[in-house]
């Protein structure tokens, strides 16, 4: 006679459960390092963004000998200009920041005296802060 032998087939839930918990921690690893990028990659990104804004005030400045008011000039025709605006200059979704907040629009700049500033207020939203915070001003 021939006595079958126990053969497992599956793995039991202790094994099961070992390896969850260092597939979690594996995860747990990798994924803070990725949430770091992706912040300095908005950080990164801010600057880069600014200059489609930047050449479409400059447009606005040619085609009109002044610069707008607000950033909403760009997109639709400020009264009084009817004749030598020229626009749109931009898309409305281009005046947001990596973060989706807008960017900020000074026509008498005091970072930049003399010309404009445009700010993004970092991920917060507000002024100042450090790190992913921190304010991003144009050149």
Request: charged share 20%; with cysteine.
């Amino acid at each position: 006679m021939k006595r079958n032998k126990n053969i497992r087939k599956a793995f039991t839930l202790v094994e099961l459960l070992v390896v969850i918990v260092i597939i979690s921690l594996l995860a747990g690893l990798v994924g803070s390092k990725y949430i770091g990028q992706i912040g300095r990659a908005k950080r990164d990104l801010a600057k880069p963004k600014m200059a489609p804004i930047e050449t479409a005030i400059d447009a606005f400045f040619l085609n009109t000998g002044q610069y707008p008011s607000t950033l909403d000039d760009l997109i639709t025709c400020p009264s009084g200009l009817e004749n030598v605006w020229s626009g749109p200059y931009l898309k409305a979704s281009q005046l947001y920041d990596p973060w989706k907040n807008p960017y900020i629009y000074i026509p008498e700049g005091s970072i930049n005296p003399g010309s404009y500033d445009l700010i993004s207020y970092g991920a917060d939203g507000t002024a100042g802060g450090e790190g992913d915070n921190a304010d991003i001003y144009n050149d």
